[in-house]
């Protein structure tokens, strides 16, 4: 008797084992005068027990937890409502890099100060001439006679605090004034100029109709959006990649075409071209017009933007409804401009320039053109959402067909369903039952897996599939080295309880420090990867988690029922 | 059942010399393919372009595409079969070049669809900038430097549990870093210039299983990198993934044998080193063949059975699983004995201090 209860203590050395075996030893060597207390065997066994049913109910808190986050994905009305996502490779759908050209927003606020200055100047009557924008971002003028400075002083405190004077120069009587817009200030424009881009794509990609769209800032210029499910990729791209700067502008009637055409172009206007498409035969004419830089009136007044059907026609047009501000404004430019042309203006190209007939009020125009249905409703969509502050770049586009993405699937699912029943066959074969119980726990570590990925909401990609398959493979491997370490215990002569105890005790902080490695290398990955890759180290984390979990505190419970419950005396293993 | 007899005893340590050359030759090979080939061959990810998949409904072939595609002027086009023969599923690559690529699925799609008569499919279409090529070249080579100095510091602490000198080995390598970064060089002078410093760190600090570790891993990383190489396989963003996971699964292996290594010197501190570092390996033999074999089995099942989108990667994993293997076994171990045999005396010395 006393041999056999020796024997239920691990001779370990060193480590955790040790630290067991001492205070195990204390519990025999209690005894020491006279016989072994009968209890001692049953008090350890209870101890034991007690441990197991503490052990039994975390297990089965995280099957629980794991199946509660499993069922929406089997049922989407089921609670808690988070379903494993699929990654675009896996369901189809688009992904997009764009850039926000933020610089070009501060061009677009230099220009317009150019104008308000213009405006200014006019109105304080200070002689001077050739104001303009040079050099992107700056503002050049020339002030005539030697009062005018002093005066332009004055407006540019009170009405232009926030440029800053670059140079003076004398020219002849003249002073030649060079200003631009601090770095601090260029830098708020930008970053208001992405925040809004941002917007904007949520806008349109809300009215585009996308069900879980991703749309997020990546880096400071950036915007990433994924679409699943997306079919018209390429009428998607166009609605990203709109500028939709709608301007209301006058057409340069006194100013010579032709001229401007070889290059000699009036100052203040710029050559801008009509392009009309012909729905039967499909091709396209480009029409030059001379049209007045200035901007009268933009797209940020507009209240709807709608699709409507000419009666005469049956040609799609988008009807405008401007909002208060903006009917005010369009009733004071046809006002003043009865029987002159006014262009309306997308993004650079003319959609129509009509001549005004009367002073339209109550705010509402049309964009005729020749569009199709679908281009008529996408203007509609990019006119409400309002317009990007900068214009934007795609830097990056991948787009996967549907089909491709279930084929995917079905290839990953074989490659897991393959992988697995041989690794499972072969546990069981050679380990017997002890291979029955790892095959137990590599079951139950693909279900934490998959929990896992409800329960976070991550991802899960084609190579997220590969790393559940890794997972397979890696996780029978704490399984095989505490079985290894079982297998080299008994062959020592020890009882099953005793090898099982010190297959564990040692095996354990093995297992614990080699799984260290490739956690690290999957966190390395989660923190720098994107898409399909993030996908991959989180299922690769989940995996190394999930497996430490069930071959350490789960095969262990079954081993210990067996053994102290069901008192097994030859161990399958 | 038992592959592996317990009583088993190969001779894995006398066969180093062999082993040695093995890796030798391997390695030289890699480097030669990698200088031949002008460097690692990136894929869209790290250079990029655009990659359009299609797949046709009958048998075709590459020149026949490539003559249909003539007119749409793609810069530099590259047409390959993708996967199995009989899916009819074909890979273009082009440079970006000066080509707007707004809408260029779709003139893909129409010219294939003009030159067959028949309905094409573009399945898959990828158009990456020059400039986010270089973004995800940078970004791929930081995950690698960090996934090196966390590793290493995790490992020249973790051996001897010495974590004073993992501190140690971590502010050398950080202050290396930092040092060579004032230069503006390249990230692959950066992880190289971490490798050397990390490698100098465990060679004065005598951190001996941290060295052969590292050395493990650096051979297993250069042979997988040149068998790609050798291959013509793409680096692409999945590939350096598999790279880490390599990097995570080859310590992994050594990490098990290299402990055994420990508690068997404390077990049998009379015999010789030659001898306990041969025991242990065969002790751990059994385990270091199920593992291998079981993830073997399964990333096999992935390369087979996965489909042409994560072959590479499948393969990358094999190679490098295979590799990783190997290395603990002939090049980790007999690493730690050179070292053993270089210095006796200091390692006498630390027995009876024991």
Redo the contacts between chains.
Sequence with gaps: MRKSRKDLLPKG??GAQGLRASVALRVVRLPAVGRPIPGSYTRERNGKLKNLSWRLALVGAVLAAAVVFLLPTINPQWWPHRKINLGL?LQGGMHL?LEVEAEKAVESSVERLSHEMQEELRKSKIPYADLERVEGNKIKVRLLGDKAPKEFDAVLDKEFANLRILSRTADGQDQIVVMDLPPKEREHIEELAVAQALETMRNRIDQFGVSEPDIRMQGERRILIQLPGVKD??RA??LM?KTALLEFKLVDETGDLDEALKGKVPKGSEVLYEQKTDPSTGRVTRTPLLIRKRTLLTGEYLKDARVEIDSSYREPYVSLEFDKNGARIFEKITEENVKKRLAIVLDGNVHSAPVIQERISGGSARITGSFTDAEARDLAIVLRAGALPAPVK????????P??GR??IR??L???L???V??VL??A????GAGLIANLALVLNIVLIAAGLAGFQATLT??G??GI??T???A??AN??IF?RT??ES?LGKTPRAAVEAGYAKATL?IL??????????L??F????G??KG??VT?CLGIVASLFTAIIVTRIVFDYMLFQRHIKKLSI | ?E?IK?DINVDFVGRRKTAYLLSAALIALSIVSLIAHGGPRYGIDFAGGIVI?IKFPEATTAGAIKTALSPVGLASVMVQRFGEAEDNEYLLRADIGGTP???I??EVEAALRGATGKEV?????????P??GKD?RA??L??MF??LL??NI??SG?FEFKWTLSALVAGALIGAVLLASRFQVSIPVLIAVALMASIACFWFLRLKYAMGAIVALIHDVMITVGIFSIFGKEFT??I??AL??V???S???T??VF?RIR?NT??YNRQAMETIVNRSIN??L??TI??S??????????F????G??HD??FA?LVGIAVGTYSSIYVASPILLAWHEESPGKNRRKKKRS
């Design positions: 050395e060193g490779d890099i990729t390429q791209k166009a990649g795609i830097l990056e586009e991948r787009t996967v067909g089909s491709l084929d995917s290839s990953g074989m490659s897991v393959v992988g697995g041989i690794v072969f546990m074969v050679y380990y017997k084609l190579p599939i590969a398959i890794l397979i493979g890696m029978v491997d095989v080295l290894e297998r080299e062959r093995t420090d080699a799984n260290v490695t490739t956690l690290i290398a999957a390395v990955l923190q720098f990867g994107t399909p890759v991959f180290a690769l | 059942m592959f317990p998949q690529t707004e809408g699925a779709q499919e573009v399945r898959r279409v990828e158009v990456v900038g400039q986010v995800l970004k791929a930081f995950a960090f996934a966390f590793i995790y490992i973790r963003l999945p350096i993934a880490l996971t990097i995570g699964y310590l992994n292996d990490i098990i402990d508690e404390r077990k002790e751990t059994s385990r199920l593992t074999g079981t993830t073997l089995i399964v990333v096999l099942a992935l087979i059975f996965g489909g989108i994560i990667f499948a994993l």
